[in-house]
């Protein structure tokens, strides 16, 4: 008889076991250990509490990471990861852990629920869209190796992109025109500008405060999931016009090894969104040299980002579709 209990009535040894047995044969490798498995949990907010494992007997069989938050003025869930040993594949293990995941969100007050699956697991989609969720976009996994292309002197030159005013200097003869784009690097202002336009270096919360930031999309890439995020804001006249989230990621040394663009946006109304949006794009990735490069989670429905980053040498490496749920009163029948 299939039971199913908390994550937090488990051991972290089981945890790892139906982690690991879980994601067999799965599309990516997944495997962990305690230390990695406790990593997640912290850095992508996924709750003990709202996570569940099911048990046959004693022996974990099937598990669903679960992670509940605000986003927007709503209460948000996110399903972190299920998987069931191949033992127990196609007996409804799954079935039951999405069945009691939705309880938990409904008990919690959750108002929408989302998930991804990768477009080629065609069952867990089937399973999924049988439970109520519907498939709002495509997301897209891109990645670029380093090269010292498209953005000044490669890192360990001995030179320097200099400071963002620098950077954003009008092109010549031209007076609060097109800014020339560069890399943001470690220790350069936290503020430039030049003419109409205005960039300013912050936290991830920093565009997660502005008027036009979406709440609701994939749970990896929204700012309370970058503890060491950054954000690029550009402003135009004053008023934000478009931001950029991302994060640069260190090997143990400190040196630089890679740059991951989580997000790019622009203001709906902006009388000028490509120069903002390559403004951003090219500040945020350009001039870091041999680094590796990463844009997760980039919906399909933004072609305007996804093409300037084809221009820039990214290729996509994996689809996933996103799927929420609405877990109203009106959503609930």
């Known amino acids: 008889m299939i039971v199913i209990r908390k994550l937090s009535e488990c051991t972290l040894d089981q945890a790892v076991q139906v982690w690991n047995a879980g994601f067999s044969g799965y599309l990516v490798d997944m495997t962990t250990n305690p230390d990695a498995f406790m990593t997640r949990q912290a850095y992508e907010q996924l709750s003990p509490q709202h996570s569940i494992i099911a048990f046959d007997g004693e022996q974990p069989v099937g598990f669903v990471l679960n992670g509940i938050r605000m986003a927007g003025g709503r209460k948000i869930s996110w399903n972190g990861g299920t998987g069931v040993i191949p033992a127990y594949r196609s007996r409804g293990v799954g079935r039951k852990l999405i069945e009691a995941s939705l309880d938990i969100y409904r008990k919690e007050g959750v108002d929408t629920a989302t998930i991804e699956a990768f477009t080629s697991n065609v069952p867990a989609i089937a399973l999924y869209e049988s439970k109520g969720y ?44 097109l800014p020339n784009a560069a890399a943001v690097h470690a220790g350069g202002p936290a503020n430039a500008s030049a003419g109409r336009y205005t960039l300013r270096h912050g936290t991830a919360r920093d565009a997660g405060l502005l008027p036009f930031y979406p709440a609701l999309g994939a749970w990896r890439v929204h ?40 997000q790019c946006e622009v203001l709906q109304d902006n009388r000028d969104p490509e120069t903002v949006l390559r403004t951003l794009v090219e500040t945020v990735l350009d001039g870091y ?27 996509t490496v994996h689809e996933l579709v996103w799927m929420t749920r609405d877990m109203t009163e009106e959503g609930r029948a």
């Open 134 to 177: 519907v498939t709002r976009d495509t997301l897209l996994v891109l990645r670029k190796t380093g090269g010292a292309e498209g953005g000044g002197p490669a890192e360990g030159t001995g030179e320097s992109r200099g400071a963002l005013g620098d950077a954003l200097l009008p092109a010549a003869g031209e007076s609060g025109g």
């Open 223 to 262: 700012w309370a999931s970058l503890t060491a995020g950054e954000s690029l804001i550009m402003f135009e006249d004053g008023k934000p016009a478009g931001y950029a989230l991302y994060q640069r990621v260190y090997e143990a040394s400190g040196k630089l090894a890679g740059v991951t663009l989580y």
């Open 289 to 315: 040299g041999e680094v590796s490069f990463s844009a997760p989670h980039i919906p399909s429905s933004r072609t305007d980002l996804l093409r300037l980053l084809e221009e820039k040498g990214f290729q």
